[in-house]
């Protein structure tokens, strides 16, 4: 796979979690931090007091296996929001493998 490629590959998995956060946290701002080839963490927030992170590995997102329907399954199957509610305000919800 070529670098624009993979790279456009990438933004696109980058872009279903994003589009799921919107989706599942109505009405919170949702900005995002790459961190190759480690994590990009996703940031959910609607206030100081309300704000929700997911910290997704890298290969979680970079996989040629996880195409963008294939992330959205999982996020769905993982229950990705939900496990991200779950944690104490300040923590984050770790994804991938």
Not at 54 to 58: A, D, L, N
Not at 73 to 76: G, V
């Given at each position: 796979m070529s670098k624009e490629t993979e790279d456009?590959?990438?933004?696109e998995n980058q872009q279903?979690?994003?589009d799921y956060?919107?989706?599942k946290f109505k009405g919170f701002e949702?900005?995002?931090t790459p961190n190759p080839p480690l994590s990009h963490m996703f940031i959910v927030t609607r206030s100081a007091e309300e704000r929700y992170r997911?910290?997704?590995?890298?290969s979680q997102i970079?996989?040629?296996n996880n195409t963008p329907a294939r992330i959205e399954?999982?996020?769905?199957a993982h229950d990705v929001a939900g496990r991200m509610r779950g944690?104490?305000?300040?923590?984050y919800f770790a994804w991938g493998s």
């Open positions: 456009a590959f990438v933004n279903v979690i994003r956060l919107i989706g949702v900005t995002d997911v910290k997704v590995t890298w970079s996989d040629n399954q999982l996020l769905i944690k104490s305000q300040g923590e």
